[in-house]
């Protein structure tokens, strides 16, 4: 008998001695005790098992050795009350049941859960990059450890604080990956084990876009939550390096009011080409994928081969190819509050591309134009001259003004390569949010009836583009304030649309530069 057995049994015998002691017993005939099975077995749930009892004595007594499980002694019989066995694996107790001077040892075996593992986050994504992570556990049993399956995850386990850290290699898989962490209980056979899955390295990111809410030190935090790093930051604007080798930066700008107006996702060299013009365009893999993630992130109405449309957020995504710089523009489009009135039709001058000059001066006779010899430009190393008139016959248009060539060594002004145009009123294409001029819905109806596409902002993101390829014209609209002139203007630019080049040429970047330079 072990020691905890025999203890048992002494105070058994105690008890006995002290209420059952007399004379008279020293006359009775043996003891006689017996169990009606000598070992029980008891699920796991908590209950009671009344035990038979065979014996010749009145009462007997009966005692367990743990806490879990109590033994009541009812007239000839002892019922066993038990709890719920909450732990790993089976456990025991031993019941002593005894009447006069005779002991019985009852073994009682009650059967176990199979190891238990919550998490919590129940589903474990860790992101690509290096990167660590705690995760609070609950395990049902005493002295668990883990280990990691795989050699990219490494794991410390905490099971006093009931918490694992996991510690993750980046991903440079080519694709999301799995593995799993293990979970054991010291002196136990069974193993759970629980799933850890890690992102694809990001080709695509995606800026912020809730352009409403769009501070740079809210934008800030959310790019550095995901690795981005600050590489510049401008008046007006702030540049960030990224975790994606496709998308090498993304740049914001802001409102005056601090308020975000327009994001730019730069596409990285390795994803780029050139075309047989020599212009730098991105890949067809790299288009794929573009295209793919921007109708996965919203972007589900496609205006033309390069633009699409999020109507959740109101965000135009427009695909900038065929550029110096290649480069995914993000655009808010709020909610127009009113109606604007605009022009009746578009405003060209009805003087052609490749005109000479003479026609230019006898349409501005014709149409009130006076000219203005102050704004003469001359460009000798581009081979560009410029000339303005005034309209002070007209409340609405400001000015008509002309980009010719110039053959600077004859001195002698050549044919009609541009026309630039101020207006008074903004409203006829802009209207004013938060600090951001938008494009009025009443001039893009104007444009889409005259055959123009939106074809986004030049390079320098001064001017918005619209592009008629049918007619070979492409108009560039802009609020400017130039020096020397006390009020802004809305400019209307018109030149040759080259199909190659939907951009800013060095050469139209220069004619736009030879008027005033606005504030």
């Given at each position: 008998m072990n020691k905890s057995l025999h203890i048992l049994a002494s105070l058994l015998t105690v008890l006995l001695c002290c209420f059952g002691c007399t004379p008279e017993s020293l006359e009775k005939e043996p003891t006689m005790l017996e169990l009606d099975k000598p070992e029980v077995r008891l699920t796991k749930d908590k209950g009671e098992m009344v035990v038979s009892v065979q014996t010749n004595e009145e009462s007997v007594v009966a005692i367990s050795n743990r806490d879990w499980i109590t033994a009541v002694p009812e007239g000839k019989s002892v019922k066993l009350v038990y709890d719920e066995n909450k732990v790993i694996g089976q456990r025991d107790a031993v019941v002593l049941v005894q009447a006069g001077d005779l002991v019985k040892a009852l073994k009682v075996t009650q059967e176990g859960n199979a190891l238990d593992v919550t998490t919590v986050p129940e589903a474990i994504v860790l992101e690509p990059w290096d990167s660590e992570v705690t995760i609070s556990v609950r395990v049902n049993g005493e002295g668990w450890t883990c280990t990691s399956a795989t050699d990219w995850i490494q794991v410390t386990s905490l099971p006093w604080k009931k918490e694992v850290i996991l510690r993750a290699d980046a991903n440079k898989s080519g694709g999301a990956r799995q593995s799993e962490i293990i979970f054991q209980v010291e002196g136990e056979a069974g193993t759970v084990a629980v799933t850890v899955k890690q992102k694809e390295w990001p080709l695509f990111l995606l800026p912020y876009i809730d352009f409403e809410y769009g501070t740079m030190s809210l934008i800030s935090r959310f790019e550095m939550e995901r690795?981005?790093?600050?590489?510049?930051?401008?008046?007006?604007?702030?540049?960030?390096?990224?975790?994606?080798?496709?998308?090498?930066?993304?740049?914001?700008?802001?409102?005056?009011?601090?308020?975000?107006?327009?994001?730019?996702?730069?596409?990285?060299?390795?994803?780029?080409?050139?075309?047989?013009?020599?212009?730098?365009?991105?890949?067809?893999?790299?288009?794929?994928?573009?295209?793919?993630?921007?109708?996965?992130?919203?972007?589900?109405?496609?205006?033309?081969?390069?633009?699409?449309?999020?109507?959740?957020?109101?965000?135009?995504?427009?695909?900038?190819?065929?550029?110096?710089?290649?480069?995914?523009?993000?655009?808010?489009?709020?909610?127009?509050?009113?109606?604007?009135?605009?022009?009746?039709?578009?405003?060209?001058?009805?003087?052609?591309?490749?005109?000479?000059?003479?026609?230019?001066?006898?349409?501005?006779?014709?149409?009130?134009?006076?000219?203005?010899?102050?704004?003469?430009?001359?460009?000798?190393?581009?081979?560009?001259?410029?000339?303005?008139?005034?309209?002070?016959?007209?409340?609405?248009?400001?000015?008509?003004?002309?980009?010719?060539?110039?053959?600077?060594?004859?001195?002698?002004?050549?044919?009609?390569?541009?026309?630039?145009?101020?207006?008074?009123?903004?409203?006829?294409v802009y209207w004013e949010y938060n600090g951001r001029l938008n494009i009025t819905e009443e001039f893009l109806a104007l444009c889409e009836k005259d055959g123009f596409k939106y074809n986004g902002k030049t390079s320098d993101g001064k001017m918005d583009v619209f592009v008629n390829a049918s007619k070979g014209v492409q108009m560039r609209t802009q609020f400017a304030h130039f020096n020397g002139e006390d009020d802004p203007s809305l400019v209307i630019m018109m030149l040759p649309y080259v199909p190659s080049n939907t951009q800013t040429s060095a050469l139209d970047h220069k004619m736009t530069q030879m008027k005033k330079l606005w504030k």
């Open positions: 690795r981005s790093m600050i590489k510049q930051t401008l008046t007006g604007s702030v540049t960030f390096t990224t975790t994606s080798p496709m998308m090498s930066q993304i740049a914001y700008s802001f409102s005056t009011k601090g308020v975000m107006t327009a994001a730019q996702a730069y596409i990285a060299a390795d994803y780029t080409t050139t075309d047989k013009d020599g212009e730098t365009m991105i890949t067809e893999e790299a288009m794929h994928v573009i295209d793919s993630a921007l109708l996965a992130e919203g972007f589900t109405e496609k205006q033309g081969k390069l633009r699409y449309f999020n109507p959740s957020n109101r965000v135009v995504a427009s695909i900038k190819d065929h550029t110096y710089d290649p480069n995914i523009e993000y655009i808010y489009i709020p909610k127009q509050p009113q109606a604007y009135k605009t022009f009746d039709k578009i405003p060209y001058i009805p003087v052609a591309f490749g005109a000479d000059y003479d026609e230019v001066k006898k349409y501005e006779q014709e149409n009130g134009g006076v000219y203005n010899p102050d704004g003469d430009q001359y460009d000798d190393a581009h081979n560009i001259c410029y000339f303005e008139y005034k309209v002070p016959g007209s409340k609405q248009i400001k000015s008509r003004n002309y980009y010719l060539s110039w053959d600077a060594s004859k001195q002698k002004v050549g044919v009609l390569l541009a026309t630039f145009q101020e207006w008074s009123d903004i409203n006829l």
